[in-house]
């Protein structure tokens, strides 16, 4: 599922495993490097990872395989497997947000072919993007309960935008960059998620200051 192979436990804390990370050339992560809280904590037997079928985005200052993504055997889904936390990693020349978001852009690409079997839900349109104010743009072939969601990067959802039962034609919904209890969302890529009740389609949302 993740397309790697474990090759061995990391070392304890006292010895240490990750002092610093480096993407790797080619990758979603090439020339993102970062250091990692080592010889503490987070940094306890973090696993030795090699590519099975994925690839390497992420090795060590010992040049250990640490993180892997994987497309799927027929590419239909999109997976990372990291060794170690996240959390534990210390901003550098790029900060740990962009590399968050570089993720969940490649997480959420496939998703964006709006494969929906009954194409009740299509001509989806998101913009302005990048904005603080976004117009959210579909079309409905037939009525349907439709729920409109917005996620973090975390995958919490934030807002709730639709949902209720909407008659056939077209719609618009304005996204005014505020969350569930009216406060104002921090710049950074967010996650639009529309569900039609049988299919779902996500889209990228960038909100800036």
Known sequence: ???CSYLGDGNPSTTGNVMNV????GTITQGKSFDHLYQQGPDNY???IGPN???IIFRSQ???GRTVNYNGAAGNYR????AFVF?????????????????MTYLLSYLGSEENTNKALTNIAVYPNPSRIVNISFSLSQPVHARINIYNVAGQKVRNLIDNQMAPGSHNIVFNGLDDDGNSLSSGTYLLRIEDGENQIGKLIVLIN
Do not use: W
């Not at 997976?79 to 990291?82: D, L, M, P």
């Not at 959390?87 to 993720?103: D, I, P, S, V, W």
């Open 22 to 25: 480096t993407g790797q050339t």
């Open 1 to 3: 599922m993740f397309g």
């Open 62 to 64: 010992d040049n250990n």
């Open 53 to 55: 079928g994925g690839t």
């Open 46 to 48: 973090v696993d030795y």
């Open 87 to 103: 959390g534990a990693l210390r901003n550098g020349t790029y900060a740990k947000q962009e590399l968050m978001q570089n993720y």
């Open 79 to 82: 997976s990372i497997h990291s």
